[in-house]
């Protein structure tokens, strides 16, 4: 991931157009990307991210879902959770599973 996908990602941002400046906030990104099953969280600077527990969250109510998540909530009853406690986060919520190989 590090050596091979995130050189190819920046050189293809770079390629596009895309130039980060970090005085301008216009340009922020943060990606989650799942490769067999391992999820990396890969921000604006192309630093990579692993959390111990797996847990990652975009958007604006995730602090909400993940806060619920670490609370004991199911990963449902989380989002549900965030919908209510944050005036942007609201359902249909599309959610993708990717199996670990």
């Known amino acids: 991931m590090i050596t091979t996908v995130i050189p190819d990602m920046r050189e293809c941002l770079r390629d596009n157009g895309f130039v980060h400046d970090e005085k301008n906030d216009d340009y922020d990104f943060l990606f989650l990307m799942a490769v067999n099953g391992t999820i990396y969280e890969v921000?604006?600077?192309?630093?990579?991210?692993?959390r111990d527990d797996g847990i990652y969250g975009l958007g604006s109510g995730s602090s909400y879902a993940i806060g619920a998540l670490a609370s004991g909530a199911n990963w449902k009853k989380a989002l549900q959770i965030a919908a209510?406690?944050?005036v942007y986060t609201a359902p249909p919520f599309i959610v993708h599973r990717q199996e670990k190989k």
């Open 43 to 50: 921000d604006d600077s192309y630093s990579v991210f692993l």
């Open 84 to 86: 209510r406690n944050d």
